[in-house]
């Protein structure tokens, strides 16, 4: 069956970068995009942007264009997103999930959430 | 960067009720590229409709969704206790996805 399993909780200071993994199990790597999306407390979901495993395409939510990096490996069948220079308006929980298909789509299979804290 | 817009906020109905949630967009989506999450406390979201109208597989068929262009519906036609959470649209038609603001569906 279909896995994704982010990495830990993290705690960062304004100004730093922070990379969150997704590592996926149970599916041809290779064959399905992956979506970013994060919910800050209390709030709604937040489309961050997607890439193609494929051929590492990507596309990103305007807000994050130049600070927002998304990247995979796929000899490990992982996926990575890193936010650079970042502020307290990025507290959020970022999950990772699994494009329908190679294109950017929706979401059947999530990850489990790491949350990310940005404080001084 | 298409808008979606959903109503209302909040919706407050006992069980048993048929629960009717709205999403529009700011402009026609393509090929009806709507999907409808649900979001429980401390969970991840868990889609239950794509492609304005397929239920994902093990979604109950008291959920239903419909509508075209700008305008759609997700409806609950008898809530059960486990269907008291919140509801979110997402577009993906175009190369940038967006997500509705939520819906949160309460118990009365």
Known sequence: QVHLVQSGAEVKKPGASVKVSCKASGYTFTSYGINWVRQAPGQGLEWMGWISVHNGNTNY?????????????????????????LTSDDTAVYYCARSCSGNSCYMIYWGQGTPVTVSS | EIVLTQSPG????????????????????????????????GQAPRLLIFATSSRATG??????????????????????????????????GSSVGTFGQGTKVEIK
């Open chain 1, 61 to 85: 939510a305007q807000n994050l264009q130049g600070r927002v990096a998304m990247t995979t490996d796929t000899s490990t069948n992982t996926a990575y997103m890193e936010l650079r220079s």
């Open chain 2, 10 to 41: 909040t919706l407050s109905l006992s069980p048993g009720e048929r629960a009717t949630l709205s999403c529009r967009a700011s402009q026609s989506l393509i090929s009806s590229s709507l999907a409808w999450y649900q979001q429980k406390p």
């Open chain 2, 59 to 92: 979604i109950p068929d008291r959920f239903s969704g419909s509508g075209s262009g700008t305008d759609f519906t997700l409806t609950i036609s008898r809530l059960e206790p486990e269907d008291f959470a919140v509801y979110y649209c997402q577009q993906y």
